[in-house]
């Protein structure tokens, strides 16, 4: 509040106002409808917003000189919120694979069940903990490698609070039965429009930044930020057009039918893998990386041709999910193609963040932080080489259906997404509160180890039942009828369910470790004593060949 002027309060209780009305208005025509319900949470949160606001309405205008230092106050609050959604997230995880192994689990209440329970996890971890990393460390490294303010105080706010909102009103309605039964886009039709309001204001946002930057040099973090914002924009906007029973109720019905429906699933379901889960990330790895390592990128130029290698290859395989269906052959099988082409840029990435680490190896063994980001490459090049082998036909033909497919995911997901976003989240804590150093070096070590045993207990779990449940499938006896029953897959993958729940578990401790670790360093580390020389270094100019990341 303090760096708000009283003029941009009062805007914000503005926006804050129509929000509230739509608030008001959804839960007038839906009543006891979810939409109702949700109408009800928009205007409790508006209303929470502008409460807060007036009461520091009359508080004095910031001193001027705020304009001539970086804007951080949302990526501290950002951060914050992607350890809170990481916690819960990780918790629904292990409360869903814990059912997979002990059905009670769910009290036999409705709202605990398998097909509710599941996409709070997947929404709380993707969303919730990715989403707010990412708009976080956008943030924050556009300005330092643009070296120029956000472009206004008013829009990082709506777009960090907005994308929250969307987030409660996902989960939240998952939990009441709320659903497009679509793979990582459930939310119905309201609370999508709410969410393009939110991601236009946040490209706008980047675009206006960028173009006040006194760097004339647009680092390549930024091209992978800027991907993933546009790309998401239009995946988001197309998968999920749809038509609702009514304006008062939450249910609608997507315009697209049978296997165009999937089509159009699988391209944004799969690019939401590429650009949310993979660019933007992409984007943390290409500065923190080289800014903790204090080494510059070993290649430049590669970056650029890994940026548009993926960028290109990226958008054509999603039909690779939908092998032996009834999407035409020749789809398939262009799918399949580019998912092999596709590991030329992945491996390109991660060969050039780990060359990036010579003379810097020493770093990497006492440094944790370092050891995360390390070996979130690593596991960016095992996923990807994985993910183009199973997309090959007779490879898929074993792997789909199967937890094969789970291990998969949760290699990337686990090993690239949440490593890469503890280790830049470890390296920008001690930056954006000034302090020298994260509270416990010890507990990042701590949470260093759960996270990759949980991961490797995980994966190879899933890794051995889904080859299990693959070949069990496909055994014939001599009769020439199936050697096993379905029943027969399941009891066998009984001790792997127990095994994906430990590993699960440990990540989870994990993640409380590191959001206690984080809490510590903001209350109680050393603070560095001459942090506000450093909030706006100088300008320089580094030629095209030579560029690092700045700050």
Not at 152 to 163: E, K, R, T
Not at 194 to 222: G, S
Not at 297 to 314: K, P, Q, V
Not at 404 to 433: D, E, M, N, Q
């Amino acid at each position: 509040m303090s760096q708000l002027t009283r003029n941009e309060r009062q805007f914000s209780v503005v926006i804050l106002a129509v929000l509230a009305t739509a608030g008001l208005t959804m839960a007038a025509v839906g009543r006891a409808d979810p939409l109702g319900i949700h109408g009800v949470l928009v205007l409790a949160a508006a209303a929470a917003m502008i409460l807060l606001l007036l009461a520091h309405h009359d508080s004095p205008d910031p001193d001027a000189e705020r304009l001539s230092r970086y804007y951080d106050d949302p990526s501290k609050v950002g951060i914050v919120l992607a350890m809170a959604w990481a916690v819960f997230g990780m918790f629904m995880g292990v409360w869903v694979a814990s059912l997979l192994a002990w059905p009670d689990l769910t009290f036999d209440a409705a709202w605990a069940s398998f097909g509710r329970l599941r996409p709070t996890h997947t929404t709380g971890v993707i969303f919730g903990f990715g989403g707010n990393a990412l708009i976080a460390t956008s943030f924050h490294v556009l300005q330092r490698t643009s070296r120029a303010r956000l472009a206004d105080a008013v829009s990082p706010w709506f777009v960090l609070l907005g994308y929250n909102l969307f987030c409660l009103m996902a989960v939240s309605g998952y939990l009441m039965g709320v659903t497009q039964s679509k793979e990582y886009a459930e939310p119905e039709w309201y609370a999508d429009i709410w969410l393009v309001i939110v991601w236009v204001t946040y490209l706008v946002l980047y675009i206006r930044t960028l173009a006040r930057r006194k760097e004339p040099h647009i680092y390549v973090a930024n091209w992978y930020f800027l991907a993933f914002i546009v790309v998401v924009a239009m995946l988001h906007i197309v998968n999920n057009i749809a038509i609702p029973i009514s304006l008062s109720h939450a249910k609608s019905y997507t315009v697209y039918s049978g296997v165009q429906d999937a089509m159009v699933q699988w391209w944004y379901g799969h690019n939401a893998v590429a650009f949310f889960l993979t660019s933007g990330f992409l984007g943390m790895l290409y500065y923190y990386l080289p800014k903790r390592a204090d080494r510059p990128i070993f290649s430049y130029r590669l970056s650029i041709i890994s940026f548009w290698g993926i960028t290109f290859f990226y958008i054509w395989v999603g039909s690779h999910h939908l092998h032996y269906t009834a999407l035409p052959h020749w789809v398939q099988t262009l799918g399949m193609t580019f998912s092999v082409m596709l590991l030329v840029p992945s491996w390109s990435s991660a060969g050039n963040a780990l060359m990036t680490l010579n003379g810097a190896w020493h770093k990497v063994r006492d440094d944790a932080t370092l050891r995360f980001m390390m070996v979130a490459a690593v596991f960016y090049g095992l996923s990807t080489f994985e993910g183009s082998f199973m997309a090959i036909r007779p490879v898929n033909s074993l792997s789909h259906y199967t937890d094969w497919t789970v291990g998969h995911v949760h290699s990337g997901a686990l090993g690239w997404v949440a490593f890469i976003t503890f280790g830049s989240i470890y390296c920008a804590v001690p930056w954006l509160w000034k302090r020298e150093r994260m509270y416990s070096a010890g507990l990042v070590e701590v949470h260093f180890w759960l996270a990759l045993s949980g991961t490797i207990i995980y994966v190879f779990a899933m890794w051995n039942s889904g080859i299990t449940q693959g070949l069990m499938w496909r055994t014939y006896n001599e009769s020439g009828t199936l050697a096993y029953s379905f029943i027969d897959s399941l009891v066998a993958m009984y001790p792997y369910y127990i095994a994906r729940a430990f590993g699960g578990l440990l990540f989870l401790i994990g993640a409380i470790v590191g959001s206690y670790n984080i809490w510590m360093t903001v209350r109680r580390a050393p603070a560095v004593a001459d942090a506000a020389a450093r909030d706006m270094p100088a300008v320089r100019t580094l030629p095209v060949g030579a560029v690092g990341p700045a700050e």
